[in-house]
């Protein structure tokens, strides 16, 4: 067994998730941010973007006690849940279609937005980033739509040259907005959490275009994209569930 293989499976949330019957470690990252935050404590709508396979949607079906509604979406298909509460939708949260189906889905009533969404990584830093900012901003998207006023978003983001115009982005659309990297999420990974709190009034949404098969935001079109090298990103490719 190569050794990355080895270190990942005997790591302890790695461990700990498959004693606990948790399909992801990711799992933990979310139970820390909520002990924190306690952004379940009054939430029974909640949307998970990229949920697959399915570690933060079983912590956010235990964790609003089996009732309400939590709808998971991802590219992937999400093993079935043994969860009254849980839906699955296997789609792209690009595609303009499957957002007009969770718009439906939620009517504006959203408590709860998570987004652990994060692109098949090609190692090219400046693309994998820009690739995973632009589906963060599509989570923005969708918490315009269907969020209530004072309902909270978490969401993924990685430290490369996209991260700071982001977290313009979404204070632009959040009263509330903390940066926070969980124990569980590994120091080694670019990744961190922002986790946001009540809709503004007035919203200035960012605007989305796709160009080149780049994915970039319009407004922060400027030439040459830095060439800061990120980190290297682990988490995404672990998202199998844990046997
Ligand atoms: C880190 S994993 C999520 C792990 C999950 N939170 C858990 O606990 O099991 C990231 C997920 O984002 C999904 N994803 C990436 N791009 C997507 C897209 N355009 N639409 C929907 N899901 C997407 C991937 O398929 C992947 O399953």
Known sequence: ??????????????????EEGYRSRASYKLKQLDKEYQFFKNAKKVLDL???PGGWLQVASESIKGEGLVL?????????????????IQGDVTDPEIQNEIIAKFEGKADLILSDMAPN??????????????LARIALMIAD??????????????????HDSYIKDIRNIF?????????????????IYLVAKNLKEKRNLPKIAIKNELLINEEEEKGPIPGDQLPEFDDDKTSKPIR
């Open 145 to 162: 739509k269907i969020l209530k006023k004072d309902g909270w978003m978490i969401v993924k983001v990685f430290m490369g040259p996209e």
């Open 1 to 18: 067994m190569p050794r990355w293989i080895h270190e990942r499976k005997t790591e302890y949330y790695y461990q700990k998730a498959k």
């Open 175 to 191: 009263e509330k907005v903390h940066i926070v990297k969980p124990k569980a999420s590994r120091k080694s990974s670019a990744e």
């Open 50 to 52: 990229g949920a697959a």
């Open 121 to 134: 990584v090609t190692g090219i830093w400046e693309l994998d980033d820009i690739k995973q900012i632009y």
């Open 72 to 88: 998971g979406v991802d590219l992937k298909e999400i093993d079935p849940l043994d969860s009254e509460n849980v839906e699955t």
